[in-house]
């Protein structure tokens, strides 16, 4: 009876998680069918060894540096991205649960308001925004007449990444630290402690659940990102999305879109278990 | 009404005038409801004081009051003469053993006994020493280790009280401590409150809505009703003579008869006029008559009668219900004394002296 009762659950995770994991890692291991898609019956390992390695003229492999980079740079604007976010999240939070219960609930509101446009809507409302003679640059002209020509930079990109991962790592943080009973609060200043005691020694710690979680919700899908990096950044500096994307598209490199991608989901569970075990 | 006098002649005899902790005139006010309202009270050094009433009348207010939880709308209060309510609560020398003890769940027993310590910066060599002392002092020895998730209520309690005394405050404030526990457990931490206290003369300032436990541990109690002081006095002071009704009901059992003054008799409903000890200033009074002051007899001649119609035995003494024309009333004989038989007629003889007319 209990093992229905898990069924739909399990059915689903397997449906929507296992299968396509394992279709993708199928798919990794095929041979590349030049005009798209995959060789179903041929297996190779092509893929995996075009993941990092590369055939030069003469036919040698070498490693392919560009991949590298572009690997260490995801993992950059990942860490840059869960690093700015949280240190928006975290004082925003605080403010917020000290607010009175009504006026909590409103900015709990507005904080979600921005899923409630498509991501890529929201890219290009920031283009809009950063464009040359756009309105930053209007608000600004009469201290910078030329414009900060702040599109297509990593500054762009780094807004648009915060501005689309700000809620992701505020929401659980809010959530834990609202769940801070009061009494504890109060102890600690019984104690003689501080606001920096207070949020070192009592605060932090016990919405450390809270701040695991946005750090792992704002890492795991901006390392993956592609969308806002590429609208922003104008398609200079490419990051593992952006290359999968291409394998799946003009590329066409089913197995090694898939071996990418596999990479890539190893990659942030590797600084997930790291992030949590400490 | 708060018993300003008494409380100044105590602090004459013990350190020429300034109580430790002197409460003037504090009004609190939430939603238009009177928390507390003109609560004045002097705590002299390395008293045992009991905060007594029912939920809401206020005594958890002034305890958080104290603590600095709460700004009052008005009034003052004076640590060793010093304003204190200006002062956020990290800045007041006085700790607080909390109702649900507020361990931090994130730190061992050492480290929460160690929170304050390390809050006034001091020396750590100090801090070790103050924490082993503290946690000798409640008999945890062994248990530093242990976050309070693996402890019973009895030990968190314990550890509450170790975090409060450590920082050795000018006054411990408790806050309902021992009402998670049970019974036997409650009776334990009982004694050992009570050994703490002598043991290190830091005055207590004990908030409960347990009779029992404010008169066996406190050397002064104020009984507290709807944001007021009802009455400041001794545990035997409050017993023995409650300064109205509610006090006498509150504080111990009580037959309470209602009665008008006849020259130096007061008159019951029955018509029946009793001698009684006076502690009110008007014709209208409430008699108390505590049930162990008073005995059983032949119901011919006495005022108070009725027919028996419950016994209640406990071991140590027998209750005997009596219902008459004023109510049934309550008599407590001692152990040994012959019960009476349900339905038999009975006479209440109240002790001499025993009776006493109060406010109503």
Redesign the interface.
Known sequence: MRALLAAPALLAAVLLLVLPLVLMGYVSTLERNPNGGVVWAVHSAQAWISVLWDLDFDGKRILNTDSLRIFGRSLLVAALTTVITFVIALPTALWMVGQPPRRRMALLFLVTVPFWTNVLVRAYAWVLLLRAGGLVDQAVAPLVPGGLGLLYTPTAIALGMTYAFLPLMLLPIYLSLEAIDPRLIEAAADLYAGRRRMLLRVVLPLARPGIVAGMALVFVPALGSFVTPELLGGGKALLIGNLIQGQFGALRNWPLGAAMAIVLLLLALAVLRAGVRR | MPDRSLAGAACARHDGGMPLLDVQALVKTYAGLRALDGVSVGVEQGQFFALLGPSGCGKTTLLRTI???VQPDSGTVLLEGAPLLHL????RPV??V?Q?Y?????LTVAENVA??L???RLPRAEVAARVAEAVRLVRLEGMETRRPAALSGGQQQRVALA??LA?RPKALLLDEPLSALDLVLRREMQLELKRLQRELGTAFIFVTHDQTEALGLADRIAVMRAGRIEQLGSPEEVYERPVNAYVAGFVGEANLVPATRVGALWRVATGACLAAEVGVPGPEAVLVLRPERASLADPRDQPLHGAVTLTEYDGAGTTVHVAGPLGTLRVRLPPGAARPVVGEAVGIVPDPGALRAVNA
């Open positions: 603590a600095g939880f956020p609560p990290e800045r700790n607080t909390f649900s507020a361990l931090f769940p994130h929170f304050g390390e809050s006034l975090r409060a920082p």
